[in-house]
């Protein structure tokens, strides 16, 4: 059973970096696509960014485009997301998941109902 674990979220000011960690465990980390996804308050959970496991392709959200960048390290079972001039908007509750292995999952990978494992979720408060 995969398992995993955010960290690194935090309180920030606008315009700062924040870099959040998922580490997963109780599977095969390499050949799952894998996503973070977020969740302001009052609002539906949204894209952030993916990282398949098939042609190691990355896509991003509109509103985090061209800051936000998406990475991972399968030597150490690890998937990142470093962020970059952090807004308010972004303020949300961060969620790391996982595709089943070998899942080659529908183009834009952004549909939540495609992942079958999720992490409990890093809190990022942005102020203005």
């Known amino acids: 059973q995969v398992q995993l674990v955010e960290s690194g979220g935090g309180v920030v000011q606008a315009g700062d970096s924040l870099t959040l960690s998922c580490a997963a465990s109780g599977g095969t980390f390499s050949d799952s696509t894998m996503g973070w996804f977020r969740q302001g308050p009052g609002k539906e959970r949204e894209f952030v960014a993916v990282f398949t496991w098939v042609a190691h392709t990355t896509i991003y959200g509109d509103s985090v485009k061209g800051r936000f960048t998406i990475a991972r390290d399968n030597a150490k079972n690890t998937l990142y997301l470093q962020m970059n001039r952090l807004q308010p908007e972004d303020t949300a509750m961060y969620y790391c998941?996982?595709?089943?292995?070998?899942?080659?999952?529908?183009?834009?990978?952004?549909?939540?109902?495609?992942?079958?494992?999720w992490g409990q979720g890093t809190q990022v408060t942005v102020s203005s």
């Open positions: 998941a996982a595709m089943t292995s070998y899942s080659i999952g529908t183009y834009p990978w952004n549909n939540t109902n495609e992942y079958s494992y």
